[in-house]
């Protein structure tokens, strides 16, 4: 399979992108979660690639992996203007029209703005592990997280993917998430304007949400929805149960 690393311009800033198969007009694109990039998709993009015979596109958010650093603090409205204003740009960029976008964590959450402003290329949505309000438990994960990026190697960990840009990625995501201002955070108002078929994805174990992001997103959405919580399972089902989760998504998309 070929597979090709770039960059693009969208909202002023370049940022990171990989193509695996040959780049086309109509792609999986893949979002990723808050403290990740493309190199973080580990080996699921190309194996979702091969088993939906479609090109797999994915890019990393400004201030992540190798794309252009950002200023901090973030705006509690970061989400909301990469789903309303970057994400459209980075499909332009990269001649995507039609796109099944498949967001992880933060990155669901960006998919639900996206396709809840009304976008016509998107043709359907896998949302895993995505948030639509702020719980109690998510603070208490993050929180947790934050004393682990200051006293174990966590840091190193990620330094190794997002290079300069660690702490930017790291406080850009924990730190607005626990600030006041974030409590209120909500999506819910977009769900109402998603038409195209939806799969929502939540592992059993997560520790950053509960099953109410799950039931407000499926009692949420006007088109047709399906829901899946996969056993023995965390936040992150790419990386616990990737073969579970590329079959889920198969079976959806077939």
């Not at 792609?27 to 979660?33: G, I, K, Q, R, Y």
Request: proline content about 7%; charged content about 25%.
């Amino acid at each position: 399979m070929t597979e090709a690393a770039g960059y693009l311009i969208a909202d002023g800033v370049r940022l990171e992108t990989r193509w695996w198969g040959e780049p086309a007009p109509e792609a999986v694109v893949l979002l990723h979660e808050g403290l990740g990039c493309v190199a973080m998709w580990r080996d699921f993009p190309e194996r979702l690639a091969d088993r939906l015979a479609r090109p797999v596109f994915a890019y990393s958010r400004a201030g992540y992996g190798r794309s252009d650093p950002v200023a901090l603090p973030r705006p509690v409205t970061y989400m909301h203007h990469e789903g309303d204003v970057v994400l459209p740009e980075v499909l332009d960029a990269a001649g995507i029209e039609r796109a099944t976008l498949i967001g992880h964590s933060d990155g669901g959450s960006i998919a639900i703005v996206q396709a809840g402003s009304g976008d016509p290329r998107i043709d359907r949505l896998v949302l895993i592990a995505a948030h639509v309000f702020n719980e109690p438990v998510s603070r208490e994960t993050i929180a947790e997280v934050g004393r682990r990026y200051e006293k174990t190697d966590l840091r190193a960990r990620l330094a190794k993917r997002h290079g300069a840009n660690v702490d930017v990625v790291f406080h850009g995501w924990h730190d607005v998430w626990l600030s006041e201002g974030f409590r209120e955070w909500n999506l819910e108002p977009y769900l109402p304007s998603i038409r195209v078929p939806t799969l929502v994805i939540q592992g059993e174990d997560d520790d950053f949400g509960t099953r109410a992001q799950v039931e407000a997103i499926v009692g949420g959405v006007a088109g047709p929805v399906e829901s899946v919580l996969i056993p023995d399972c965390g936040h992150a089902p790419h990386r616990d149960r990737p073969d579970v989760l590329l079959e889920t998504i198969a079976g959806f998309l077939a």
